[in-house]
């Protein structure tokens, strides 16, 4: 499975941002997917999973009610839907996608990542 994730960029502090995940080589509807941030001299943080079915989402405490994650089986496609953009939300975005029962929190527990985007929210 090889991911791509896209629609990074520069916002502004209270903006919006949509990511992307597109998977290739595989389908991806029997896979959890994941999304996780990076920000420098940090270490890689859980932001929003969604199960197979897409019937089970999970967030952290630091995003929720500000992003929506969901997903597109029929375009093989994840998305993470970013609002109220802080510039604590700085940091290299990823996507990835395991098959398990449960969507997994830790980084550890997926078997496949994108290469990130970068996410830069100015104030």
């Known amino acids: 499975v090889q991911l791509q994730a896209s629609g990074g960029g520069l916002v502004q502090a209270g903006g919006s941002l949509r990511l992307s995940c597109v998977a290739s080589?595989?389908?991806?509807?029997?896979?959890?997917m994941g999304w996780f941030r990076q920000a420098p001299g940090k270490e890689r943080e859980f932001l929003a999973a969604?199960?197979?079915?897409?019937?089970?989402?999970l967030y952290a405490d630091s995003v929720k009610g500000r992003f929506t994650i969901s997903r597109d089986d029929a375009k093989n496609t994840g998305n993470l839907q970013m609002n109220s953009l802080e510039r604590e939300d700085t940091a290299v975005y990823y996507c990835?996608?395991?098959?398990?029962?449960?969507?997994?929190?830790?980084?550890?527990?997926?078997?496949?990542w994108g290469r990130g985007t970068l996410v830069t929210v100015s104030s």
């Open positions: 080589g595989r389908t991806v509807s029997s896979y959890n």
């Open positions: 990835a996608v395991v098959q398990r029962q449960r969507p997994p929190v830790r980084h550890q527990k997926y078997d496949y």
């Open positions: 969604i199960s197979w079915s897409g019937g089970s989402r």
